[in-house]
């Protein structure tokens, strides 16, 4: 094949390879991966699977890498990737995630699901840096392809730590608003569901101060432009919104269309957790408890199935919790009893390190992309020692070659 | 009081009253003393012999007071009870009670070189170095005659220059000092290098192995160190897999581990994934750096429980098991070459007290 020629003349230093036939595209070929040292004569179709609908990846796919549209990235995940995931797109000028077992079955479940019903809550939970939220991504993606609206919320920590900014809530006393963080998320959430934001009408009147509110029947876009421009009140926008889309999801209404709901929490942990922001009362100075903030307080709503019509995908971080030990990892010990018992019934997806096949795929993409550096890790014994120093734990061995 | 036993370098306690105050050395060679410069005989052969039979005299006393045979009491006997009778905490072992024999303690001295008329004995005497020089004139001696013999040979047809070589391998040459010791001379270290020279030339003529016996009095032995190591037994588990067991130590850390056979690299420490229990890069390098180096890197399971000071020294620690362990699954070649890699070796530093 042309491809194959080509290929052998840019490699001249493989040593030996295998030959491998290539079918049409998409699928995927078998028993692949045990050779270890060969760029192969066609390095695009090992470890890559030109399949870029999520819809249709299956276990034939499972350790290959689909890249992610560009405008999809833009669209989709304005805030929503891991940081040092960003950075690898913007380095290698593309983002590409590899497909995976625990995915594959959420996204079964989410095919699957009966959405006249309740929603179901997926919590994906594992060790640290196993891909708990690229899979999260990942799942958002095949929503997003299906036309879902996106409610992500990138990492949930962030709402109860390192807020300068803490205002006592205009609409109840006793309660704080987050106005950056609110705003923050407005913004993002526009961009996401730019599509919806006219279709969706508000189903009763709000009102934010004495001279400002949003009738009846106004476009979600409204609602959300309120918040954005009034930082003021834009924590009670967000539980705005959140109540509207609960309402709505189900297509019950007599709206222009039924949509799905994908709600997507990363870092869900914190919604039962503690908090490191303080709260001046006049005595003395103590900690914020979750449910006094406006922000958690909505969002725990979301989390409850009293809604219909969509999906709440969630997943657990230990590295931005606070008051954790670093080996908690099931999901009773993140989330605590008041937690466990909110989220109950749940489907627990378990994330690991990558097997062999995975660890040989991600080994594979780094050397095309020419990440590894270093003569010797292009070597078979260079290769035993990263899977030594990794133990095939995805973000360690990303952290590993980012300095070979 | 009987001399044969010596208390202290420092305590000159133990000297009788008849004999003058004496300077106590151990081994000359090893603290530098200068020998020639101690002059021509402090102590009379006679005060030497005195003090030899005093030795034997005392080491069958010794013998008796533990009870073992006096016949077939050997110098680490000596050392054994010496020790058992007067134990003592000092750290420095050579301020510690001792009983030697005399030509060990008292150091070889030079007897008198000239004659009751004041005429030297030995022809080289006005050398100044009259040992040294008359060593050089033996060799060359010896090189003539080897040379004569080759001639000989010549004639008589016989000559071939394949004769059997002196085994050399396992030994050096003598070091400066230890010469100088045998010589009871100083020497500078040109003499020395002259010396070794003339040596090596009297090396270089076949015939040599007719004075084989005159040139490994120069040679010391080394001795080969791997055998020092004791391997840890390899034991089988009831399913036939192989297993060893060892332990290391690193500045107050220990370590024990169990290597099994047949496995698939997976390490646990302390019941917990080595990935989370060393955290740091730098300490998972330690534990991967001896099966690297064996080249036997996805072969092991390693079961490991640690105590003890950081995580760094537990890291180190659990290395020095490893290799350890690693003896029994390796040849003889490869426990050289870990040797030498610096894998067996016990890291000796520990904290230092606090000074004011």
């Given at each position: ?404 | ?8 370098a ?13 300077q106590i050395y151990v081994s000359s060679s090893l603290w530098k003393k200068n020998l020639a410069a101690a002059g021509p005989q402090k102590f009379?052969q006679?005060?030497i012999?005195?003090q030899v ?22 110098q ?18 050579r301020?510690?009670?001792f009983?030697k024999h005399p030509e060990e303690i008292f150091p070889k001295q030079t007897a008198?070189q ?8 030995h ?5 100044g170095k009259q040992s040294y020089y008359s060593l050089l004139?033996d060799v ?31 030994s050096r040459w003598l070091l400066k000092e230890e010469i100088e010791e045998n010589l009871v001379e100083n020497i500078s270290d040109q003499d020395y290098m002259r010396l070794i020279?003339l040596m ?14 005159f040139i490994l009095k120069f040679r010391k032995q080394l ?134």
């Amino acid at each position: 094949m042309n491809l194959h020629k080509l290929s052998s003349r840019l490699c001249p230093t493989v040593s030996k390879f295998r030959h491998l036939h290539i079918q049409s595209s998409g699928q995927q070929l078998e028993a692949v991966a045990v050779e270890t040292e060969s760029t192969e004569p066609n390095p695009l179709s090992v470890f890559r699977t030109s399949e870029q609908n999520p819809t249709y990846h299956s276990e034939r796919h499972t350790g290959q890498y689909y890249t992610l549209p560009p405008a999809h990235i833009q669209k989709l995940f304005p805030h929503g990737l891991p940081p040092r995931f960003q950075l690898q797109i913007k380095t290698f000028n593309e983002g590409c995630v590899m497909v995976r077992p625990p995915v594959l079955e959420l996204i079964s479940y989410l095919k699957k699901a009966d959405y006249s019903k309740p929603p179901l809550r997926y919590i994906l939970y594992g060790d640290i840096g196993t891909g708990k939220s690229m899979s999260l991504s990942h799942a958002l993606h095949y929503c997003y392809t299906q036309g879902w609206l996106i409610v992500h919320i990138p990492d949930a920590h962030l709402w109860v730590k390192n807020c300068k900014e803490l205002l006592p809530s205009s609409s109840r006393p006793s309660r704080f608003d987050q106005p950056i963080q609110a705003s923050q998320w407005l913004k993002n959430f526009k961009i996401t569901n730019e599509g919806f934001l006219s279709k969706i009408k508000t189903t009763q009147q709000y009102v934010w101060t004495k001279r400002e509110s949003t009738e009846k029947g106004q476009p979600l876009g409204v609602l959300v432009d309120q918040g954005v421009n009034r930082m003021k009140s834009s924590s009670d926008v967000v539980g705005a919104v959140l109540r509207e889309l609960r309402l709505q999801a189900g297509g019950t209404t007599e709206g222009e269309g039924a949509f799905k709901l994908a709600v997507a929490v990363d870092g869900v942990n914190a919604l039962w957790g503690k908090t490191s922001l303080k709260k001046e009362d006049r005595t003395m100075v103590c900690w914020c408890k979750p449910e006094e903030l406006t922000l958690i307080h909505n969002l725990r709503k979301m989390m409850k199935n009293n809604w219909s019509g969509g999906a709440i995908l969630t997943a657990l971080s230990q590295t931005g919790s606070l008051f954790k030990p670093q080996s908690a990892y099931l999901p009773s010990e993140l989330l605590g009893e008041e937690g466990f018992d909110n989220m109950e019934p749940f489907v627990p997806v378990s994330v690991s390190n990558y097997n062999e096949k995975e660890f040989e795929s991600c080994y594979l993409y780094y050397l095309e992309r020419n990440w590894l550096q270093h003569p010797h890790s292009r070597s078979e014994e260079g290769k035993k020692e990263l899977i030594f120093l990794s133990n095939k734990n995805p973000s360690i061995l990303e952290r590993l070659c980012a300095f070979l | 009081m009987p001399l044969w036993l010596i208390v202290s370098a420092t305590m000159d306690a133990v000297s009788s009253v008849k004999l003058p105050v004496r300077q106590i050395y151990v081994s000359s060679s090893l603290w530098k003393k200068n020998l020639a410069a101690a002059g021509p005989q402090k102590f009379t052969q006679e005060f030497i012999d005195k003090q030899v039979e005093e030795f034997e005299v005392g080491k069958r006393h010794l013998a008796n007071m533990m009870e073992e045979d006096p016949e077939t009491f050997t110098q680490e006997d000596i050392d054994r009870s010496i020790a058992y009778l007067f134990p003592s905490g000092l750290f420095e072992k050579r301020a510690r009670p001792f009983m030697k024999h005399p030509e060990e303690i008292f150091p070889k001295q030079t007897a008198i070189q000239w004659d009751a008329k004041g005429r030297p004995f030995h022809f080289l005497f006005y050398t100044g170095k009259q040992s040294y020089y008359s060593l050089l004139h033996d060799v060359y001696e010896k090189i003539l005659a080897i040379e004569r013999h080759q001639d000989k040979m010549r004639n008589k047809g016989l000559f071939t220059s394949d004769t059997k070589q002196i085994l050399l391998t396992g030994s050096r040459w003598l070091l400066k000092e230890e010469i100088e010791e045998n010589l009871v001379e100083n020497i500078s270290d040109q003499d020395y290098m002259r010396l070794i020279q003339l040596m090596e030339k009297l090396l270089s003529m076949p015939y040599c192995s007719l004075e084989k016996e005159f040139i490994l009095k120069f040679r010391k032995q080394l001795e080969v160190q791997s055998s020092k190591y004791e391997i840890p037994a390899l034991q089988y588990d009831p399913q036939g897999v192989a297993f060893s067991v060892a332990d290391g130590r690193r500045k107050t850390a220990k370590a024990s581990i169990t290597l099994r056979d047949s496995g698939s690299g997976n390490i646990t420490i302390n019941g917990r994934n080595y990935l989370h229990y060393f955290p740091v890069l730098q300490n998972r390098v330690q534990l991967m750096f001896p099966l690297l180096f064996v080249g036997m890197m996805g072969r092991f399971d390693i079961e490991g429980s640690v105590e003890g000071s950081g995580h760094s020294a537990q890291a180190g620690a659990l290395r020095l098991a490893i290799s350890r362990a690693l003896l029994s699954f390796v040849s003889e070649g490869e426990v050289e070459k870990m040797r030498q890699a610096g894998l067996l070796t016990a890291d000796p530093r520990i904290r230092e007290r606090k000074k004011p």
